[in-house]
Each structure stands twice: as C-alpha cells, then as structure tokens.
C-alpha cells in the first residue's frame, strides 16, 4: 500500500472514530442499552440482543433503519431480554423494514430464548451459529455474513470511542470488516481488493489490506471507509 494512501486512511479513521457521526445510526441503540448496563439498569443480554437486531435491520438509508429499529424496541417496551425471554411476541406477516417482516422478528426473538435458556452470553456463538441457529439460514461458508461482522464490531471493539467492547473474550485483530455494497465500492476504488464477488473471501481481503496498517485492530478500517464515502460524495 503506498505511503499516502496509508497516511490519509489513517487521517480518515482518526477523524472519523467519533460518536457524532453516528447519531443517526443504528449502534446508536446497543449504546443506550450498553449506557444503562453502566449503571445497573439494562443487562449485558440487552445490550446482545439489541446489537443484533439492530445489525439485522442495517440495511437501506440510515434514517429509516433508525426508524424501524426504534419501532421495534418500542414494541419490545425497550427491554430485550425480558421480551425475548417472555416468549410473547408480535408475529405478523407485514413489514418491519423493508422485506423484514414482524414474523421474522418473532422467530428470531424465539430461537434467541433457546438459546438464552442454556447461556448467559452470546459471545461464544460462531459466524455460522449466528447465521443458522439465530437467524434461521442455511449454512453458507462463502457469504460475507456482514450483519454478523457489524454486531462483532460493535461489541468487541473497546477504544471506548464508537464501538462498546463488552464482550471480554473475543480479540479485535480477529475481527472481519462488514462487507455491503458501499464497503465494496469504496474498498475496490482504493485498490484493496481486486475480486468481483462480494463474500467472504473478499471481506477478508480488505480486512488483510486494513491489518497493514492497524495489525491489531483491523476493523479500524470501516471508519476510513466511511470517510472516504464522506470526503467522496
């Protein structure tokens, strides 16, 4: 990677490592559980479940995902764990957001209290387990499973900037850089990746063009692409 593209993807990052562009962003509900969490009043299974379902829904315009993922706490009275754990859940065949139905919602909600019904975390779930276990898809070892890697990064990261680091046990340096269309155009301009599939192989890629500069906190790398989407609009 040449010098001044590593010194202005650093400036990037640095700037852009900053909560006040992310108010209008869905981390934006993990942060106000993970706030209560401080003090006493929201468990880290809130913080989890919350960080989840606001990832599933992060797709499209930033201020309708903020809407919806609103919406849905409304609905679950802005306690997750109790409402997943109380196994009530509104399950409709209309819209959520955008193709996400409240049915979908609900059958989440479900395999969630499974789960919670044998553990007390979610951190020692795999990609996959995410993906077939929770979400309830097949299992798919080339998908790029950016909604799973989005929640990772919020949760494990710990500068104690954007991203929450609660989960103790994961390492930040393992983590993979949430691959969507926007990721991918900005990343292929750059020249960090060359591959025309959008998976996982190329999540990686980017993630390994990232480790060159921040060895130990390669998703460090999404906030410079967010700045190259801002500085290149």
Known sequence: METSLKETL??????????????????IFPTGFASRYAEGEAS?????????????????????????????????????????????????????????????????CG????????????????DTDFRCRVFGQKEDRRAPNKKISMMRRWLVRNDGKVDLGVWKNSDKKELILPLDVHVYAQATELGLTGRRQKDIVTAREITDAFREIWPEDPCMGDFALFGYGVNNQ
Not at 111 to 126: H, P
Request: glycine letters at 4%; a negative charge.
């Open 10 to 27: 650093i400036a990037w990052a640095e700037e852009y490592n900053d909560p006040k562009y992310f108010q209008e962003d869905p981390i």
């Open 44 to 108: 880290l299974a809130d913080i989890e479940i919350s960080a989840l379902l606001s990832a599933h829904l992060a797709w499209g315009r930033r201020a309708m995902i903020v809407r919806d993922c609103g919406r849905m706490f409304d609905e679950m009275c802005w306690k997750p764990y109790e409402y997943v754990m109380n196994g009530e859940y509104r399950n409709e065949n209309v819209s959520l957001h955008r193709t996400i139905k409240w049915s979908e919602f609900a059958a989440i």
């Open 111 to 126: 395999r969630l209290k499974e789960i919670y019904s044998v553990t007390d975390s979610l951190e020692g779930l795999s």
